[in-house]
Structure formats: structure tokens, C-alpha cells
């Protein structure tokens, strides 16, 4: 129905404008909420029934009973209008659903709410088809159009329509239902309790996701005239989407055999970055490269003007200034200055190390910024953002981690946990014993990324590896890297940071895929509930966010808390608590990041030269 459309209540009286609004409701809904035609349609319907219901009042007419509802219903719409119209802001734009952003890519308009199943599924298929396409005659390609949390839920989607980690059928019955109402006509507004026949019931991430894919491609799931409120929905749906899809992949190869983890689909890409603030507000220019580069290959630093582009670099993130031994220099064949020397490592074998990495060109701190005093190493230190911000990678190599078996075990429990919650797909004894299997590999180990103190060692040998309780911030420290002001700024201008040890070698999961500073700690601090408390086979997973909110609720001194888990467990769950970045870096707010800053130490003043200084 278009503008110009004849008038669609031609009636005579209240009963016929009745059964002609009733007839108009479902087109009304196949545009856009106050948009131009929404508007034509509800404008000329009660326009019409002001009219006759002046008439009835004239004559003294006695009142319908459906005319309280129907007046209830133009009250609780305008209301909506007056209070929540807003059209598509200039800064959401960036944020709209896939759907819309590749309307706007194609210029064309293809959100067919009269046959919504078809346009949902036609959009995806045209979507995928077109992130694979590059750029051609100086036009962006669609994958260079998205946004970070485009292209986060984007990934997500992928993943789980391909079955990638989790169970085959979950998607097949999915596919199988969108198929067979393909042809259905008319507005759909659908939520998971419609949904029962996609297993949504048998895990929450499939749930998650499914939830995730129609705010993203269902035509009737997207208003741009009350943008605001739908903007800030599908940012709540695209960030726990991606929680739980990170949950989940590395739950998904932590219940693999070892010997059949090579032969799965895991995809070889980054975990999705868990977002849900874009970091617009940490200013670095993206022209500003490195004046020196550690050359891996050739063992020295090098002059990046002296080569003919600035080439793909990575940044080793490390803290060593608290342990600097005065008056103690030493030359390091390739660099041309004297390096300070610390108690921590000896600087002399680093080149010979860094080949580990197997990367071209490095930028680490101590190769890369003269460290004699001449003008230009301020220079480089006021562009630490920059540097950090342009690095192809960064690595955080913890120079007091010995290796990651500790960590990888308690990971791996906890992953275990989770599963066992939230899927019902899965054989559950199978599960079950892959739990007990993970506490027992767990309980005899501790994390070397958090240190326990000699009294919590004593405590957790007696009571074999267990701990009892809920885990509390007494029992030690984490590694020295986190206690760093420096190494703040540079985890919150590389959130994706790599955590390496001594020896450089990767924190990984049981697929050997390496875990991100910000995945592990999302991970920790999310999956807490699921290991205090028992499971729950009576929960369901059609209203998101209830199974959660049931577990932070149950009384952890009852039948349903977990009294004992292994000790590597709780020294992670300390470490999260202690450093407080699980919401820093998924946040990336300029407070959550002040506020960290204040239980950090340095050297020098990165507040006066990083992302820490006051800007006007």
C-alpha cells in the first residue's frame, strides 16, 4: 500500500470502521512503525473513527464494548511515539542489524515483512555471498562496512549456522523450520517460545544465536523510527551471543578427544571479540608508525623510514621498569643503543628468543625506543597508542610464567562445567564423566598466571587439590604483567592481546587456537555460576537470561552448591577478581579503565603520553 492508495475505510458506520480496521491491522504492520505509510494507514483509520464515534455521541448512541480496547491500544501507541520516536541517529548507523547494512550496501530496499521467513533467509544467503567479495572500482566491499560489532556477530552467525560447535541437528531442525514457512504471508513477530520446534530447549547458545539471527536478518525485528531502543537491543543480543559463542567453542574442543581435535571444523580464526562498546573514544592516528622495528629475521633494529612501506608488525607487551638495575647497561648485538639491563631476564638472549615468535618485525619497547636519552625516544613513548593501536598483533609475554598446563586444566574444568549446564543435546553421563575426568587433571595442578601464597599452598595440599567455598582475593597474587600501568593502556588499545610465557608459548585450547587476554577473562568471570552450582534439568532455555539469573539466585550454602572445586579453579576465579578487567575490556570505558588505572604501578608516567592523558 502505497501513499497515494485509495481511502481503506470507506465505511458507514462504528461496526464496519470495526471490521475494516481489523482487516487494515496486518498491513498496517508490514511497514515500518511511524513511518510514512505506517502513518497514512493509522492516521486515515482513526481519523475516520473520530468522525463516526462524534456522530454516535451527537445521537446518543449507545457504546461498544471493543471500543475501550481499541481506544486502549491508540493511547499505548501514540505514548510510544511521543516518547520513543527517534529515526536512525548518524552515530547507530554503524550499528544497524546485518540486514540493513546490506541494504545499505546494495542501495536497494529487500525487508520483505510480508514474507518475512523468505526475506530472512534470503538476506543470509546474500549476505554470506557478498562478505567474500572484495572491493572493486574504488567501492568498499561489504566486509569493509562493518563495524567491530558487525563483524563480531557476524562470525558468531557463521559458525553456528555451520554447525561449527555444536551438534549437527541443532541446525538441521533450524533450517528445516525456517524451509517449511518460507511461504507464509503476513507480519511475524516470533520469539523463542514459538520457536520450540528449532531446539532452542537443548542449548542456551544455540538459543543465543537463533536469538542473535533474527534480530539480525528478520524483517519485522527492525524499526528505524524508534532506532534507539531496537539499536540497543540488538547490542545487548550481539554481546551475550558472542559470550556464549565463546563459551561454547571453547567448551565445544575441551570435550574432544585430543586425537580427534585436528580432524574437527573448528574454523582457523580469532575467538569473536566480545564487545559492546566500539573504543571510538581512544584517539590514535592511524598514520603514525613506529620510527624502529626489531627486524626477527636480520636480528636488529631498523629504521622503518628506511624501508620502502612500514610492514605488518607485532607488539611485545612486557613490564620490566620496577626491576631495572641501576647503572647496569649491556650492548645487545642489532641494537644501537645500550639496553638497560633487570633482574628479571637477560636482555642478551632476547633476539635468539624472539625467533620463537616466527614473526617478521617486532616492536618491543626496549629494542624500539632509544634508551640514552635522546630527544626521539620521548617522541616514541608520546606514541605508544599509535603503536599499539596500528600493530597487526600483540602479545603480552609474562617473563615470571613458566608454561600454561596449570592454566589450560583449570580452563578446561571450567569449560567442562559449562557444557554440562547448558546443553541437554549432548549424551549428559558422557558429560559427566568428562567432569570428574577435568577435577581430577585440575585439582593437581595450580595456575601459573596467579601465584598462591605458601598458606594457601598448604591449605589446598591438605584438603588434595579441593578447595571449599567460595574463592576469595587472600590466596595470592597474579603475574607481575597485570600490576602494570603501562601494560593497562596497551591491553585496552589491543583488547585481542595473545598472553604468552617465558619461553614464548601461547595460551591455547585443546584445538591449539590461542586465547585472547579479553576471551580468558569474559570466560572466567561468566562461567563462575555454572561451576558453584549443581545442573539443573528442569531449566529452560527459551526465555534468555532466566537460567542464568536462576543460578546467581540459588543459595550457595544448600542442596544445589557445588561445596569443593579444584583449587587451579579458584585461582583463576581469584585472578579475574584482583585485576578487575573482565568489564574493562569488554566495556572499554573510559571510567572502567580510570578506575583500574588506580590499583596499577609504573614507572615513568604513561598518564602524561598514552591513552591515560587528559585530553581537552
Known amino acids: 500500500m502505497t501513499i497515494d492508495s485509495p481511502d481503506p475505510f470507506p465505511c458507514m458506520t462504528l461496526s464496519e470502521w470495526k471490521q475494516h480496521y481489523e482487516n487494515m491491522w496486518e498491513s498496517l504492520w508490514t511497514h515500518y512503525q511511524f513511518s510514512l505509510e505506517w502513518n497514512k494507514l493509522w492516521h486515515t483509520a482513526w481519523a475516520k473513527y473520530d468522525k463516526l464515534e462524534t456522530a454516535r455521541l451527537q445521537a446518543s448512541a449507545d457504546r461498544f464494548e471493543w471500543q475501550d480496547k481499541k481506544e486502549e491500544v491508540r493511547r499505548e501507541i501514540e505514548e510510544v511515539r511521543k516518547a520513543k520516536y527517534a529515526p536512525l541517529a548518524t552515530e547507530h548507523q554503524q550499528l544497524c542489524p546485518l540486514s540493513i547494512q546490506l541494504d545499505k550496501h546494495l542501495q536497494s530496499h529487500n525487508q520483505d515483512r510480508l514474507y518475512p521467513w523468505r526475506s530472512t ?35 558468531v552467525l557463521k559458525d553456528w549456522w555451520t554447525s561449527v560447535y555444536c551438534n549437527d541437528q541443532l541446525l538441521e531442525v533450524t533450517r528445516s523450520y525456517i524451509d517449511s514457512h518460507l511461504n507464509d504471508t503476513g507480519p511475524s ?32 525485528r527492525w524499526e528505524p523510527y524508534i532506532s534507539h531502543l531496537i539499536i540497543f537491543r540488538l547490542q545487548q543480543s550481539r554481546a551475550e551471543a558472542v559470550v556464549h559463542a565463546m563459551m561454547q567453542r571453547l567448551s565445544y574442543v575441551s570435550i574432544l578427544p585430543s586425537v580427534d581435535v585436528a580432524d574437527q571444523k573448528i574454523p582457523p580464526r580469532p575467538y569473536p571479540r566480545v564487545l559492546i562498546n566500539e573504543n571510538k573514544w581512544i584517539g590514535y592516528s592511524k598514520e603514525h608508525m613506529p620510527m ?75 629494542f624500539c625506543i632509544p634508551q640514552d636519552g635522546r630527544p626521539v625516544g620521548g617522541i616514541e613513548i608520546a606514541r605508544q597508542a599509535s603503536i599499539f593501536g596500528n600493530c597487526e598483533e600483540c602479545i ?37 564423566e568428562l567432569v570428574q575426568k577435568s577435577l581430577g587433571a585440575a585439582q593437581a595442578m595450580s595456575t601459573e598466571i596467579f601465584k598462591l601464597n605458601a598458606r594457601s599452598q598448604r591449605s589446598f595440599l591438605q584438603h588434595e587439590g579441593m578447595f571449599k567455598g567460595v574463592p576469595n582475593t587472600s590466596h595470592g597474587e597474579p603475574s607481575s604483567w597485570f600490576s602494570s600501568l603501562w601494560t593497562l593502556q596497551e591491553a585496552v588499545l589491543c583488547p585481542d592481546i595473545i598472553l604468552y610465557s617465558k619461553d614464548f608459548q601461547p595460551l591455547q585450547d585443546r584445538s591449539g587456537f590461542p586465547i585472547s587476554l579479553s576471551i580468558m577473562m569474559v570466560f572466567i568471570d561468566r562461567v563462575k555460576p ?52 573482565a568489564t574493562v575490556l569488554v566495556t572499554l570505558s573510559p571510567m572502567d579503565v580510570l578506575i583500574n588505572a588506580t590499583v596499577r604501578q609504573c614507572t615513568g608516567s604513561p598518564c602524561s603520553s598514552g591513552i591515560l592523558t587528559p585530553r581537552p
Open 292 to 366: 624502529y622495528l626489531w627486524d626477527v629475521i636480520g636480528r636488529k633494529t631498523v629504521l622503518v623510514s628506511d624501508l620502502p612501506v612500514c610492514p605488518i608488525y607485532t607488539c611485545v607487551s612486557h613490564t620490566w621498569g620496577r626491576w631495572r638495575v641501576q647503572g647496569s647497561e649491556a650492548e645487545v648485538q642489532g641494537v644501537p643503543w645500550k639496553v638497560p639491563e633487570n633482574s628479571l631476564y637477560n636482555v642478551r638472549d632476547l633476539p635468539q628468543k624472539f625467533d620463537r615468535l616466527h614473526k617478521a618485525y617486532l616492536w618491543f619497547d626496549l
Open 530 to 581: 555454572y561451576a558453584y552450582c549443581k545442573f539443573n534439568e528442569n531449566s529452560s532455555f527459551t526465555q534468555l537470561g532466566e537460567y542464568e539469573t536462576a543460578l546467581s539466585m540459588m543459595d550457595t550454602t544448600g542442596a544445589n552448591y557445588t561445596p569443593e572445586w579444584p583449587a587451579s579453579a579458584a585461582s583463576l576465579c581469584n585472578f579475574v577478581k584482583i585485576t578487575r578487567l
Open 121 to 155: 533467509l534470503s538476506n543470509w544467503i546474500k549476505f554470506q555471498d557478498l562478505y567474500n567479495e572484495n572491493s572493486e572500482n574504488g567501492k568498499l566491499s561489504l566486509r569493509e562496512c562493518l563495524s567491530q560489532a558487525q563483524e563480531s556477530s557476524y562470525s
Open 396 to 432: 603480552a609475554w609474562m617473563h615470571d610464567v613458566e608454561r600454561w598446563e596449570g592454566t589450560q586444566r583449570a580452563l578446561n574444568w571450567l569449560a567442562m562445567k559449562y557444557i554440562q549446564h547448558t546443553t541437554r543435546f549432548e549424551n549428559s553421563a558422557d558429560i559427566d
Open 189 to 220: 513477530f516470533p520469539d523463542l517460545d514459538s520457536l520450540g520446534d528449532t531446539y532452542v530447549g537443548a542449548s542456551l547458545y544455540h538459543a543465543y544465536c537463533l536469538e542473535l539471527f533474527l534480530d539480525e536478518f528478520h524483517p519485522c
